[in-house]
């Protein structure tokens, strides 16, 4: 079946730090792959996609590149904020017999200090 | 346009109990997801409705259950609440149930506790 790992956290990291959150993923077929970020108390949100290999997502400073041959979607931004502070999902949508469903990690919790 | 909305916000019913949360949709979308959230863990996909059948499901007992209604919008239904049901659900929408490549919309959540 489809799964998703993301590196362990949290993940503490000072102003203007660059920030990396590994994920990789095992999938049947050819996901597409999404980081969501969610804030205390909020729903979900979207932050950024890739729907084949190779391509790169990015959003609000934020970057990710599908790669097919290391199953990954690692996430970057080179100088974070207080405002990033939250926990980030890695997930896949792959379209199965019957519907489409997403399938995410554990999240990452990201505490950016001043 | 209005985004994904879900009510109540919060319910706390005790183990046994039944309940019925609802979410309705994103304007255009015709598709309605639900999902679990255990704290601190990731979102677990229940199932799926398009076209008010279901559409897919995951690994959820049957006495997870729901229905969509023609404008589109949803209720989850939990029967036989047990303590491990408290979470946080979540109902996301999205413009096309076959496509792997839509953005599904989230909702704020509804918090269930179940003493």
């Known amino acids: 079946g489809n799964s998703v790992t993301q590196m362990e956290g949290p993940v503490t990291l000072s102003e203007e730090a660059f920030l990396t959150i590994n994920c990789t993923y095992t999938?049947?077929?050819?996901?597409?792959l999404f980081w969501y970020v969610q804030y205390p108390g909020e729903g979900l949100q979207l932050l950024l996609k890739?729907?084949?290999?190779?391509d790169k997502g990015s959003n609000k400073g934020f970057e990710a590149t599908y790669r097919k041959e290391t199953t990954s979607f690692h996430l970057e931004k080179g100088s974070v904020q207080v405002s990033d502070s939250a926990v980030y999902f890695c997930?896949?949508?792959?379209?199965?017999?019957?519907?489409?469903?997403?399938?995410f990690g554990e999240g990452t919790q990201l505490t950016v200090n001043p | 346009e209005t985004g994904v909305t879900q009510s109540p916000t919060h319910l706390i019913k005790t183990r046994g109990q039944q309940v019925t949360l609802r979410c309705s949709s994103q304007?255009?979308?015709?598709?309605v997801s639900w999902y679990q959230q255990a704290l601190g863990q990731g979102p677990q996909f229940i199932f799926q409705?398009?076209?008010?059948?279901?559409?897919g499901r995951g690994n959820f007992p049957p006495r997870f259950s729901g229905l969509q209604f023609p404008n589109y919008s949803s209720e989850l239904n939990v029967n036989a609440l047990e303590l491990d049901d408290s979470a946080l659900y979540l109902c996301?929408?999205?413009?096309?149930?076959?496509?792997?490549?839509?953005?599904?919309?989230f909702g704020p959540g509804t918090r269930l506790t179940v003493l």
């Open positions: 996301a929408s999205s413009a096309f149930a076959l496509s792997s490549y839509n953005e599904q919309f």
């Open positions: 999938a049947t077929g050819y996901p597409s």
């Open positions: 890739a729907t084949k290999a190779d």
């Open positions: 997930a896949l949508n792959s379209k199965e017999t019957s519907g489409s469903r997403l399938t």
């Open positions: 304007s255009g979308h015709n598709t």
């Open positions: 409705y398009y076209r008010e059948e279901e559409n």
